[in-house]
């Protein structure tokens, strides 16, 4: 049965009508499974979509830890996932059945009458469930090794970790709620939510097309992000390939959340040549301190006035550049939070909830969060409270197949 | 000065290339200032925005407390935040200086380049702020009663109650919560927030035009809400009028807020029937248990085939239905919100920030809110957590005039 969210409706009220059925009929007719919506992202194909897709405008993001040590518990819930989240991002009902009334609906009902909202869902697996719980300890792969601590790391262990994850970002809050949620719901008795984030505004752009958004530093965040178009840097940076030692993660990505406490307060009371200084760039244009338009490329090596760099040595955007690092480069899809403020101190508790996707975080996040978290002129005023590594495997290409299946090959 | 977000954007661009200047005069041209956005609410008039007008998609709400018994600190308070918001809701930025190198800008940022996206910021006086530290003890309207404890309340003391309130809807939640992190930093040494809250999902309708929305139970929400396009309804019910013992009230309403638990676990193990037993509805098209369609009029005399009331007696429709409260009525307007879990149960904080208005919460929420509190078969599946009362003023007509002027008059 596949009853779309905008169909249900309308056989909804027809049922009510006729007080019984025919609905499942209504909603499945060919002409309605080829009238895609146009704010409709495929789930199916190579790569999981939420990666290179282009960025949406809402995000909920949760962790689940698994309560059952059963493989095939693990593998039906999967299976239920994959499908779930199939119907989800083409604007359907959960699979199920939402009328009969001595039974609690499959689907919540939040979504009914919403449409895609360009909704994407990725999963990712922690370290965890490599432990051997599930007879998966051999298929570790050697890039999903442990974070290790980073100075001044303040992190929260139960907003931390996880044995799953569940990205889901759409253009409608409502519709990336319901996808966490209706997921939890589904792995009832299988896994338990262990921590979910909101991210009320995109942070970070994957296209020079697009403007690029701010951060809650106002700031613009991701203008030398990669451009997600093309494919010889995503296979560089973020696809994993070859060079795997395990088959099932090629076409994959490795994704690792930090949950960035920001110091509002603070910030709001630095001077605007502070802030620059901080960041390496103009607030207003986001043109780097030597250039005049946002994507000019920085010159490190000029000097201002007074004979000092004109980006500081300790400037968030010198230190993060990829002419600084090897080349080194990470794809960003960060998510403005707030979660209200602390009471103690009256001030926000709000941020950046940071995404980077990449091909090995040994490689990329790990070096460059070391070399972060020790000099960046930022860290005056953020703090990394929780953290989170997963492997996202390739994409589900078939409705026959699903997430991760080749883990148990 | 007044810049507007998208103009400020231009020019800043151009500044960096020119080093310095002229971006003030830019902005504020007459072109630009006819040319307003379509997406932006009249801040100024005789009644505030937020109220009557469409509710928007985003909440961001705050509550804030005095930190000073200064009379004159609270008024100037009133006016800085007054100029603030009718700046922000045009799309402009905060008033001052955002473009000095050695001094803090005046807006921090993050909304540069967004439309007003229909914010509206919406103030409300709380009973507290009339104790006599401001030597307005004598201005506290008798409508202004504290709220009586109700059975069952869990009231979180740190997230209730406030001298003062916002409250800011925007299509854009980026906008919404950067108007209340503005206020507070424009506050700061007069004011402290006490708490705040996102409301991620808009859960009730004003018209029977738009869609009703659904609340995070998967009902519609707000199907027999006040019409705010009604005149009469809204005097009748909604606006203090001449009844009031304080004259600066009217023309202002009551507002009151309570945080809503709702335990979604368990709801979503319910049964279809039982669901729509408890609101009296039928869930997917709306209509209650005697009707056909959304807007067809209960009929709470009708007979179930086994005898029993077709819309049972402690249905949350029926206890709370105007023909069943010698013609109460209130006008909601509530959001859904997430603030993600409780780590001891795995449960989602989630539910419903219910925000209603009306002329005295005497005769309207405290006798209605008594009755659902004993009888509402629904309280088996939600819990207040959070309540605030809040007197908002009438509409600020002009530009030199302030948000509760008439208090100090």
Not at 264 to 275: F, G, H, K, M, P
Request: charged share 20%.
């Amino acid at each position: 049965m596949k009853a779309s969210r905008r169909g249900f409706l309308l056989g909804g009220v027809a049922v009510a009508g006729a007080g019984v059925g025919g609905l499942a009929g209504h909603a499945a007719t060919p002409a309605k499974a080829t009238a895609a919506p146009a704010d409709r992202v495929a789930f199916h194909g190579a790569r999981q979509a939420g990666i290179a897709t282009p960025p949406q405008q809402r995000l909920a993001f949760a962790a689940y830890d698994l309560v059952t040590t059963d493989r095939a518990a693990l593998q039906q819930l999967l299976k239920t996932w994959t499908d779930a989240a199939a119907a989800m991002c083409a604007g359907q009902m959960v699979p199920g059945d939402s009328t009969t009334p001595a039974a609690p609906p499959a689907d919540t009902g939040e979504a009914v009458g919403l449409s895609p909202a360009n909704l994407t869902i990725t999963i990712g697996f922690g370290p965890s469930l490599f432990d051997g719980r599930f007879g998966l300890a051999g298929k570790r792969p050697a890039a999903l090794a442990d974070l290790p601590h980073f100075p001044k790391d303040q992190l929260d262990p139960a907003n931390s970790n996880g044995d799953l994850c569940i990205q889901a970002c759409a253009d409608d809050p409502v519709v990336a709620f319901h996808a966490i949620r209706n997921l939890a719901r589904l792995g009832r008795g299988t896994v338990t939510m262990r921590w979910s984030q909101l991210g009320f505004g995109k942070a970070a752009s994957t296209s020079a097309a697009e403007e690029t958004p701010r951060n809650l530093f106002g700031f613009k965040d991701g203008t030398r992000n990669i451009e997600t178009a093309d494919e010889g840097l995503m296979n560089q940076h973020v696809w994993v390939g070859s060079e795997s030692d395990q088959a099932w993660m090629r076409g994959g990505s490795y994704l690792v959340s930090r949950r960035i406490r920001m110091k509002i307060e603070a910030w709001d009371r630095d001077y605007l040549s502070d802030q620059e200084a901080v960041f390496g760039r103009h607030k207003v244009s986001g043109a780097p301190l030597t250039g005049a338009g946002e994507h000019d490329s920085p010159d490190f090596a000029a000097r201002a006035a007074d004979g000092q760099p004109a980006i500081p040595m300790d400037a968030h955007m010198r230190l993060a550049a990829h002419e600084n690092n090897n080349g080194v480069r990470i794809l960003r899809r960060g998510y403005s939070y707030t979660d209200g403020m602390f009471s103690d101190s009256g001030e926000l508790n709000a941020g950046l909830f940071f995404i980077a996707y990449q091909k090995d975080p040994r490689a990329q996040f790990v070096p460059l969060q070391r070399k972060l978290a020790g000099n960046d002129a930022l860290n005056e005023y953020i703090e990394h409270v929780g953290s989170g590594l997963f492997a996202c495997p390739p994409g589900v290409p078939t409705s026959g197949d699903f997430w991760g299946s080749a883990l148990f090959a």
